[in-house]
């Protein structure tokens, strides 16, 4: 159950930070430095998951501050004419370089590697697996075709 509130909370983080920049006003609202603690309306399991998680996080002397939300409007894309080009299949590949951008991770404090390893997971829904990457990698039967 943890699983699904720390991918529900990572996209209620990701969520909130567009907020903040399309509704700049939103964000005065909040002290500088301060804890703040994600609730959605109805959802007493994550709410009380969210407060804990802050509790653990929070400073000492750091302001707390509640952001809550009623959900989330349905998902939809963003991309703008989308274009398909097959590649030529290759035999293989003998190295891959990976060059980490150290940044914010919500769950992790910091991200310092496995950053956009396109084409590792051989299938279009790889998002859909983002939060298993090592295990889905490392674990699964890859079929060549």
């Not at 989308?82 to 590949?93: D, K, L, T």
């Amino acid at each position: 159950m943890i699983d699904i509130l720390e991918r529900k909370h990572a996209i209620l983080v990701t969520e909130l930070d567009r907020y903040v920049v399309e509704h700049p006003e939103f964000a005065v609202k909040i002290p500088r430095s301060a804890q703040i603690i994600l609730q959605i309306e109805g959802d007493e399991e994550y709410n009380e998951w969210s407060r804990q998680l802050a509790e653990r996080q929070r400073e000492l002397g750091q302001k707390v501050v509640y952001v809550k939300v009623k959900g989330l409007k349905p998902a939809k894309s963003r991309l703008l004419k989308p274009e398909v080009a097959v590649a030529r299949r290759s035999n293989g590949i003998d190295f891959s370089i990976s060059c980490p951008v150290p940044k914010v991770h919500c769950m992790t404090k910091v991200t310092l590697s496995y950053k956009n390893q396109w084409g590792c997971l051989p299938y279009i829904m790889r998002l859909k697996n983002h939060y298993i990457f090592v295990h889905c990698l490392w674990h699964r039967k890859w079929r060549h075709g």
